[in-house]
């Protein structure tokens, strides 16, 4: 059997097998990240019309578009709902995006740690990643700017608000300085935002692209974290430069998304309802993060450092002996505990040990402490062995 | 910009503008492919449960997929549910294919006419497309074995029963032949069945799939043509060689398939109700079938030959004098009346000239003879001129 070329860079993917090996009831588990069971809203069909059911437009429906193009305005992006392309999901902006700047060799720039399923969606078509650090308040200026000189990259993949792993939100200086940069070298932004409404402290955060003056750019978000991922409802916004073509690798990709989930959102966006859900939201998951803070005090102030993640759904651990933390995986399963080590969120793992990405959303905080006294103590075992 | 290689291989879709060319109420279309609304049953949503909103599996729902292998398996194929991957409409199983087979260069057997979503997908990833005519029994063995005996095709993709646009039913004789040359040359098969159900004629159609004793295979389908094409939900069933890479491929492209669809799908397949619609639905499918033969037999008889389909949604025209019926377009819209050109649907379109793809599903039969009489009208006014 003889594959494309492009399957000998298709990785097994380590998250599938950690949350299939975390289902037992048994386990404990930070390794995913989904939304908490009891805060899916609950939602009405009653009112569908039936017509929904019919073939539909591949650039989504236009109500829907009109929404999120209000939207993105209201954040102080320009943009029209012509520019608005409804998707299965935002996962499917990264493969649509993949296949619009993509052949083998093609250089892009990622934040270093990024979002797994990008970093596998972009290598499977064969880029060559170039890796800017991530600090504290977004990433190593001076690591972008010597990218942007020594190479020509065909886009910046940026996660700037809440990024999944490392939580970490762009201060409002590096966002100018970051469009100052693409638009100083014409390279163009694609922003990720899927945990902007997840916020729990206050801060700016203005999207990145609405700051570009010449760059083009393409948006996207989903209502997987605020409403129901089961929806498979995302979008993307770009510039009138890159959207037809996004439109027709859509249509090629599975003709348009499903009608049904994009009725449903369409019942939500914008709605006072939607509103006083969110804000629920936040206070369910402010509680979690808090409950999760004083579980890590309490067993991995001497074995690692974080910051508090002002949004999103996940604390990023840097131990302070570094070890692979993948090398963990088997030991913390037998404790029935599971985590999602960080060496797959770099484009080089084996360069980047010692970095743990622990869930706070879904385990409940009466479980936190036993579960995180457990890891603590898988990875104080390794240190001793280590040492020994 | 500087946009992947593929992108100058990425056609602007005739259908899309003929579609959206063919949406004034006033044109009478026979270019489309949609279901008739009235025939779009009734769906209940009241006892979804409410953890469907939740993230799913990427293989799709567990019973869903039992529901697919197992009325798979009552049409001859054998196949386990762990098999089974529900696609977002199977448009999707032709790009998770394409990423799975095809580099720029590959050799891939391809009917002539094919299914021209199809064609698309697979020239954007850069294939190389063999042709095999279609005679009305299926394809013509001779030029097959040809084919397979001077190239080394990555697969062929087959459309045997009911093809868009052709309308042809392959014969048991040549889904026996098929299969022993694939099992001969050891070529992949990807049958893909969208119109199985939708069949006005007794006669058998076993799927080829099932005949093949060594060869990989690929079998897909979908709810679009019987159920609800809105909910977007396909399936694909693979042999074992296949299945791994393909559901990585899924997972990259959207993570999983809207759970809302599927949960609705699966109150369907296999149901006594479900059998009730389809009955139904071919009943009401075969009556417009024979009004739009009559029609046709009265105003196409001198221009056109055809073959009365025996199941699908097309009739599939051949001009006594060919012309590129692309050349039509204009003048039929200027007569409110749309159709869908047939070379679009040959890997060489230039080559192909003179069939016309019509539409009997959508549009009402006390139009038909109205819609059908201009169309002759336009196409007796280019023979003129050519002659002229």
């Known amino acids: 059997m003889v594959f494309s070329e492009r399957i000998s860079r298709l990785k097994s993917s380590l998250i599938r097998e950690i949350l299939?090996?975390?289902?037992?009831?048994?386990?404990?588990?930070f390794a995913g990240g989904l939304p908490a069971e009891a805060m899916l809203p609950k939602v009405e069909w009653a009112d569908m019309p039936r017509g929904i059911g019919q073939y539909g437009m591949s650039e989504g429906e236009p109500a829907l578009r009109e929404a999120i193009a209000a939207d993105a305005r209201s954040l102080g992006i320009a943009c029209e709902a012509s520019q608005v392309l409804i998707v299965s999901g935002s996962q499917q902006t990264l493969d649509l995006a993949s296949k619009l700047f993509i052949d083998p060799g093609t250089e892009i720039i990622l934040e270093a740690p990024t979002y797994l399923a990008a970093l596998q969606s972009f290598q499977l078509f064969g880029a060559e990643c170039l890796?800017?650090?991530?600090?504290?308040?977004?990433?190593?200026?001076?690591?972008?700017?010597?990218?942007?000189?020594?190479?020509?990259?065909?886009?910046?993949?940026?996660?700037?608000?809440?990024?999944?792993?490392?939580?970490?939100?762009?201060?409002?200086?590096?966002?100018d300085a970051v469009a100052a940069l693409l638009d100083e070298f014409g390279v163009t932004l694609i922003e990720d935002e899927p945990y902007r409404e997840l916020v729990f402290d206050a801060g700016?955060?203005?999207?990145?692209?609405?700051?570009?003056?010449?760059?083009?750019?393409?948006?996207?978000?989903?209502?997987?974290?605020?409403?129901?991922?089961?929806?498979?409802?995302?979008?993307?916004?770009?510039t009138p430069?890159?959207?037809?073509?996004?439109?027709?690798l859509k249509q090629s990709a599975d003709l348009h998304t499903n009608r049904v989930g994009?009725?449903?959102?369409?019942?939500?966006?914008?709605?006072?309802?939607?509103?006083?859900?969110?804000?629920?939201?936040?206070?369910?998951?402010?509680v979690r993060r808090d409950a999760m803070q004083v579980a890590l005090e309490e067993h991995f102030a001497e074995l690692a450092d974080w910051n508090v993640p002002q949004g999103g759904l996940f604390f990023w651990l840097t131990?302070?002996?570094?070890?692979?933390?993948?090398?963990?995986?088997?030991?913390?399963?037998?404790?029935?505990?599971?985590?999602m080590p960080g060496e797959p969120f770099?484009?080089?793992?084996?360069?980047?040990?010692?970095?743990?990405?622990?869930?706070?959303?879904?385990?409940?905080?009466?479980?936190?402490?036993?579960?995180?006294?457990?890891?603590?103590n898988v990875i104080r075992q390794a240190h001793l062995q280590n040492a020994a």
Request: net charge positive; no cysteine; charged share 25%.
């Open 204 to 238: 700016s955060a203005t999207p990145i692209v609405s700051r570009l003056k010449k760059a083009s750019w393409i948006y996207t978000g989903t209502v997987s974290k605020t409403l129901l991922p089961g929806l498979r409802v995302g979008f993307l916004i770009a």
């Open 131 to 175: 890796s800017v650090p991530q600090e504290a308040d977004g990433p190593q200026l001076e690591a972008l700017r010597q990218r942007l000189e020594q190479h020509t990259p065909a886009f910046a993949y940026l996660i700037p608000t809440f990024q999944n792993p490392s939580a970490v939100r762009y201060s409002e200086a590096k966002r």
């Open 241 to 248: 430069d890159l959207f037809p073509h996004l439109l027709r």
């Open 346 to 376: 770099f484009a080089k793992p084996d360069e980047n040990p010692g970095y743990l990405r622990l869930n706070f959303s879904h385990i409940s905080p009466e479980r936190l402490g036993e579960g995180l006294s457990r890891l603590a």
């Open 262 to 286: 994009q009725w449903q959102a369409l019942q939500w966006l914008g709605t006072e309802k939607y509103k006083a859900h969110l804000s629920e939201l936040r206070d369910f998951y402010r």
């Open 319 to 339: 131990l302070k002996q570094p070890l692979d933390t993948r090398t963990l995986l088997d030991a913390a399963l037998k404790e029935n505990v599971a985590f």
């Open 20 to 29: 299939a090996a975390a289902q037992r009831p048994e386990v404990m588990s």
